[in-house]
């Protein structure tokens, strides 16, 4: 497979595949989180889908600058509801849901043709559960950036940056994929060239573009 990616034209072949997890990688739902929640605390899942939002607490989680209790001490008085630390924290990993698996079975060749890495907006908790369930699929990514390690979330342009800089690559050489058009957005403000994708089909036809398929 390699041999293919080097078949494809210099101007249109990236000198690094970044992919973003949850969304592309990995399905999420955030109304699991929602769901586990309600059922824990006897209230509607819509009152706590209505009321939850990514705010500054939630941004300063993904950030590093908040831990998990903290975090969920602002998500209580938010939400209006008590939970133990246990099942917000079981609540919180719902969001994880399953591998897509066509995906995850073209990283291995992905990475043989081009170095491959994974940029997420996340918090230690996520880490540690997909770290854990997903570790397998992940095997050929060089590198996993996270924004609560390096301090910088998406879409911040200087969040890019530091990527492409630790990689050692140009950002106009970084072909980035995301599910979420801010991410896009703010992926080509810092010069990747970055992909909008909604469905793994979508991904499935980039990285298949890759290996000249």
């Given amino acids: 497979m390699a041999s293919r990616a080097a078949e494809l034209p210099e101007a249109s072949r990236p000198h690094a595949v970044l992919l973003d997890l949850g969304g592309v990688i990995v399905d999420i739902d955030p109304r699991a989180c929602f769901v586990s929640w309600a059922r824990a605390a006897g209230v509607d899942v819509g009152a706590i889908a209505a009321q939850w939002a990514v705010d500054d607490a939630y941004k300063a989680f993904e950030v590093g600058?908040?831990?998990?209790?903290?975090?969920?001490?602002?998500?209580?008085?938010?939400?209006?509801?008590?939970?133990?630390?246990?099942?917000?924290?079981?609540?919180?990993?719902?969001?994880?849901?399953?591998?897509?698996?066509?995906?995850?079975?073209?990283?291995?060749?992905?990475?043989?043709?081009?170095?491959?890495y994974v940029f997420s907006n996340t918090n230690p908790v996520h880490q540690e559960a997909w770290q854990s369930r997903f570790a397998s699929a992940l095997t050929p990514v060089r590198k996993i950036y996270t924004s609560w390690e390096i301090g910088l979330r998406k879409p911040n342009v200087e969040a890019y940056l530091a990527v492409a800089d630790d990689i050692g690559v140009a950002?106009?050489?970084?072909?980035?994929?995301?599910?979420?058009?801010e991410n896009v957005a703010g992926g080509k403000a810092a010069g990747l060239d970055a992909r909008l994708v909604r469905t793994p089909m979508e991904t499935l036809a980039i990285l298949r573009g890759l290996l000249g398929e």
Avoid at 70 to 91: A, F, K, M, P
Avoid at 171 to 181: G, S
């Fill in 171 to 181: 950002p106009a050489d970084i072909l980035f994929v995301d599910d979420n058009a």
């Fill in 65 to 116: 600058a908040m831990d998990f209790d903290e975090y969920v001490d602002s998500l209580s008085r938010r939400l209006c509801i008590s939970l133990t630390r246990d099942e917000w924290r079981t609540g919180w990993n719902e969001l994880l849901r399953d591998l897509f698996e066509d995906v995850a079975g073209l990283l291995p060749l992905v990475a043989s043709a081009l170095p491959l």
